[in-house]
């Protein structure tokens, strides 16, 4: 209905203090957040302006409302007939009880001190004793997904495969009952977000990305932009999205890693760049997307490509550190429902750096008995990658370390090999939870080495994009460097401990899901 309407009670005197017509009537009251209510508040006429959480009747002259302003910011809102039929009338009484759930209100009323604890609120010592209501916005009759159940654990994880089914067996508070599952959730992406649970990993995410450019902000860094759009693949494969581009093709960049390069060559000594990483990979685990953020860095390196490794570790603690202090009440409230044991960090000096060998070496003597003859010179599997995990968090109380020092053939055609031993490379990469999160390493300046390790790998140096990349390190001198990306959407879901990156991305994309 568009105005007040009028029951069989005669003239509605109240019919100018509630309506859902749009635009709604002005509220005069001063705005008032639900989080800075205080004592002083007490008696005053304020606006709220909120989601009905809930709505119920209590005989016809009362109504009960829950107004949520924001995350889990809620108040009880009381309606209550006056005998005289003004300011509330029992119309307007009806009215509000029967508001659909998720509708969107301005409000009026006078804030009082509640007569017991609301403990269905978060504001639990006030209530609003409300003189008008104007829906601005009705919810439908039925939701695809209740607030309730997108604040709770998601019930079952579709896109994944056989070998990823462990990463469900997770400590789930059993008094929150996992409702929806994650392609519900996915389905219905207004109420997902509503959720204080999302919110709060959504929080998370932001500040990573934050602290990641903060903090090499502070070291000197430069950022940058690079393209999305390039016209060959950046890194060769299969894994490439294609597209037409003005008669001719054009692909999405799979890493930002030729124009990190391109800018240290260009004079830029520490560069970093954030943003959006795409694979046409048909991976549909918990741990793949198609398109992902990266958090990119590279610097000149001076001695050794260690400056490199113990650079991004020192930011890896750092950021860590922070989350801890900067999202603790972000982080509490994601534990409550993914109860995953607690990420564990190392002591200062007893930070956890093995070589791939040593890695295998540990699977060999303490991992399960499948891995007793696995090899220094073939890469680790995604089980093994987790059997290791286990291994370091037993043995060194972590669950963030560093492999480094990877065979040559695990390794991309740019990564320098180790001069002492050629059948490795001045590479690494970063766990947490026993998952990789970071690929780094140094890269290979010389041309005419860079060129016979193209060669090497049954790669023709006059390719397109591989030709142009050849080009930057012959048309002038480039200083040794190195860098490393990183996995934003592991980095928050691991930290975390969430079953899948799909909950860390704002709109996951994979080869399952391309909408909204």
Not at 24 to 47: F, H, I, N, W
Not at 89 to 118: C, D, H, N, T, Y
Not at 371 to 380: F, L, N
Not at 425 to 443: A, H, K, P, V, W
């Amino acid at each position: 209905m568009s105005t007040a309407a009028s029951s069989s009670g005669g003239e509605d005197l109240a019919r100018g203090n509630y309506s859902d017509a749009y635009p709604p009537a002005k509220v005069a009251a001063p705005l008032q957040s639900l989080k800075d209510l205080r004592e002083d508040t007490v008696g005053k006429t304020v606006q709220v302006r909120a989601w009905i959480q809930s709505a119920r009747m209590q005989g016809a002259k009362m109504a009960f409302v829950q107004l949520r302003e924001e995350r889990s910011w809620t108040i009880q809102g009381v309606v209550i007939a006056n005998p005289s039929g003004t300011p509330v009338s029992r119309q307007m009484v009806k009215w509000v009880g029967g508001l659909q759930l998720e509708s969107f209100v301005s409000a009026e009323g006078i804030i009082q001190r509640a007569q017991v604890p609301v403990k269905s609120c978060q504001v639990t010592d006030y209530e609003i004793l409300l003189t008008k209501v104007f829906c601005q916005a009705r919810g439908p009759e039925k939701l695809g997904l209740s607030f309730a159940a997108a604040n709770k654990a998601v019930a079952r994880i579709d896109e994944q495969d056989p070998g990823e089914a462990e990463l469900q067996n997770l400590h789930i508070n059993k008094k929150v009952i996992p409702a929806a599952g994650l392609a519900t959730h996915l389905s219905n992406p207004v109420m997902h977000k509503r959720a204080p649970l999302q919110q709060a990993i959504a929080d998370v995410r932001k500040t990573v990305r934050y602290i990641f450019a903060e903090y090499l902000e502070s070291m000197g860094f430069n950022q940058f932009e690079p393209p999305c759009l390039l016209g060959a693949a950046s890194e060769g494969g299969a894994n490439v999205f294609k597209l037409p581009y003005f008669g001719r093709d054009a692909f999405l960049a799979q890493s930002p890693q030729f124009y990190k390069q391109i800018e240290i060559a260009g004079g830029r000594k520490k560069v970093y760049c954030i943003g959006p990483t795409f694979r046409a990979e048909n991976s549909n685990t918990p741990r793949h997307m198609t398109e992902f953020t990266c958090l990119d860095l590279e610097t000149e390196i001076i001695d050794h490509y260690h400056e490199v490794r113990h650079l991004l570790e020192d930011l890896m603690l750092h950021i860590f550190q922070q989350l801890k202090q900067r999202c603790k009440e972000e982080i509490e409230l994601v534990h409550a429902v993914y109860q995953s044991p607690e990420f564990l960090v190392p002591e200062p000096g007893r930070e956890v750096r093995l070589t791939f060998a040593e890695g295998q070496e540990l699977l060999r003597e303490e991992g399960p008995e499948e891995y007793c003859h696995v090899r220094d010179d073939e890469d680790m599997s995604t089980p093994q990658e987790k059997a290791l995990g286990a291994i370091v968090r037993r043995k060194f109380n972590t669950d963030f370390y560093i492999l480094d020092k990877f065979p040559e053939s695990a390794r991309p055609f740019y990564a320098m090999l180790d001069p002492e031993n050629p059948s490795v490379t001045n590479s690494f990469d970063y766990f947490m939870r026993g998952q990789e999160i970071l690929t780094g390493g140094q890269r290979i300046h010389l041309p005419e080495v860079l060129e016979s390790r193209i060669r090497a790998k049954g790669i023709n140096p006059l390719s397109p994009g591989i030709k142009e990349y050849l080009e930057v390190f012959k048309s002038a001198g480039v200083p040794p460097h190195g860098g490393g990306g990183i996995g934003l959407d592991r980095v928050v879901a691991w930290f975390l401990g969430l079953p899948t990156v799909h909950l860390a991305s704002y709109y996951p994309r994979t080869p399952k899901t391309l909408v909204p």
